[in-house]
């Protein structure tokens, strides 16, 4: 598998991600015991980059991915997206980029994954315009309040920036 470094903070990653949304809604009948087979075989092939969301179950994919991972943390970069809020009977919200939000969504999504930093978390597509980056750490991570929940940064000069590749374009 090709690898290739994501954003400025130094995570490498296989070209070929998973995107784990349809493992918990969207897409007809879930199956957890296929879909933890199916992350698995991901990492066997070398895909090294999962993707999931709070939104997506909602809520229920991270706790899915974390299992999947519990024993293979150290094989997988793991993203996760904030930002559009559901409600635990599936119903849309709205859309929420506050940092006090920013904040919670993390440290919930740190709980939910059982991980202690999540590599990218990005907000969801369609960025709020409320969003605001958070203070950097001198370690490459950021925090929504400088403190508490983790998450690496993809990088970028502006809350504008959209997080890419090094060398993509347009």
Known sequence: MKLRTLGTQGLVVSELGLGCMGMSEFYGATDETESIATIHRALELGINFL????????????????KAIRDRRDKVVLATKFGIVRSEDRGFRGVNG?????????????ERLGVEVIDPVLPAPGRPESLHRGDRGGDGR????????????????SPDASPRPEGASD
């Open 98 to 110: 506050s940092p006090q939000y920013v904040r919670s969504s993390c440290e919930a999504s740190l």
């Open 51 to 66: 993707d999931t969301a709070d939104m997506y179950g909602p809520y229920t994919n991270e706790q899915l991915v974390g």
């Open 142 to 157: 950021t925090g929504a309040s400088g403190q508490g929940a983790l998450y690496r940064s993809l990088g970028g000069g």
